[in-house]
């Protein structure tokens, strides 16, 4: 198995993981706390959407990548896109959230597989 299906694979996980897992611990409780900006409808629907809308552009991503034919140079782009990411995440997060390993190997994976 190729380097690029590895790392595509690791983006429909994290995608999939994100938009679920995300749902059940941070959005779903947020959204039913009501306070602050959140009393507004329409605030509480664009949260909801930005979240998982996050989701599917990280399937658009895995999708890129394992696409026959894709340009190297744009696979290049989205695996570094991926780690800048992951670093983002493990610094702002003091590496606590669980997310920033794989979006930097699924990243790193992404490059050295175009």
Excluded at 8 to 31: C, N, Q
Excluded at 69 to 92: C, E, F, K, T
Aim: charged letters at 10%.
């Amino acid at each position: 198995m190729s380097l690029l299906w590895i790392s595509a694979a690791l983006m429909g996980v994290t995608a999939i993981t994100h938009s679920w897992l995300g749902e059940v611990k941070l959005v779903g409780p947020m959204l039913r706390g009501r306070s602050g900006v959140l009393r507004n409808d329409f605030a509480r629907v664009i949260v909801r959407y930005a979240w998982h809308v996050t989701s599917a552009l990280m399937l658009a991503s895995a999708l890129t990548i394992s696409w026959p034919g894709a340009p190297r140079d744009l696979v290049r782009a989205i695996g570094g896109i991926w780690i800048a990411l992951g670093l983002v995440s493990l610094v702002a997060s003091r590496a606590k959230h669980v997310g920033w390993p794989i979006l930097g190997l699924a990243g790193i994976m992404a490059v050295i597989g175009a």
